[in-house]
């Protein structure tokens, strides 16, 4: 799960040496902690917040597949 994460928000950003994610697992549920650079924050989290909600949902269909539930927090 962090490593699709990662991959993804890498490929978007200026800066992917910035971009740190962590993960808490705590029995089914997932909470991962994004961290990019602050002039990336805007491209991570696009208009009106649909490329935070993409990533949002594909990291929940990768999490159903495993029968999990995550949620991504991005943080500056």
Request: aromatic share 2%; net charge positive.
């Given at each position: ?15 992917p040496e910035d971009v740190r994610v ?39 269909a990768a999490a159903t597949k495993e ?10």
């Amino acid at each position: 799960m962090v490593t699709l994460v990662e991959y993804l928000v890498k490929s978007l950003v200026d800066h992917p040496e910035d971009v740190r994610v962590n993960a808490v697992e705590e029995g089914k549920n997932i909470a991962i902690e994004l961290r990019v650079a602050p002039e990336d924050m805007g491209k991570v989290i696009g208009k009106q917040g649909r490329i935070a909600k993409a990533i949002r949902t594909v990291a929940k269909a990768a999490a159903t597949k495993e029968n999990k539930r995550v949620t991504i927090e991005i943080v500056q």
